[in-house]
Nanobody, 129 residues
């Protein structure tokens, strides 16, 4: 069974850091493109960062460049999103998704994965003083 499970969310003060994890099971993450997405209250879901470890391609949306880092550990079949200098506008539910479609990492982040691709259940990140 294909499954993604996010963890690592929580509440931090502005300027704080969190590391989100996305543990994959039922498939080998290394063969897929991975994306982190978020949805803030009252807003549409948006891409945050995407990567494909097989070719080393990485994409960041402008609003997280220099603050967030996407990575993966193939031995653990887990992807990560290190988030530094968090701001209140980063408050959202963060989701990971994986696709075997031949999308570029930018296309994955901008358009999302395919309709049948796997999503995690989400993890809430709250940035508040």
């Amino acid at each position: 069974q294909v499954q993604l499970v996010e963890s690592g969310g929580g509440t931090v003060q502005p300027g704080g850091s969190l590391r989100l994890s996305c543990a994959a099971s039922g498939f080998t993450l290394d063969y897929y493109a991975i994306g982190w997405f978020r949805q803030a209250p009252g807003k549409e879901r948006e891409g945050v960062s995407c990567m494909r470890s097989s070719d080393g391609s990485i994409y960041y949306e402008d609003f997280v460049k220099g603050r967030f880092t996407i990575s993966s550990d193939n031995a653990k079949n887990t992807a990560y999103l290190q988030m530094n200098n968090l701001q209140p506008e980063d408050t959202a539910v963060y989701y990971c998704a994986a696709t075997a479609l031949g999308l570029t990492v930018q296309a994955l982040c901008v358009g999302g994965p395919g309709a049948s691709d796997a999503w995690g259940q989400g993890t809430l990140v709250t940035v508040s003083s």
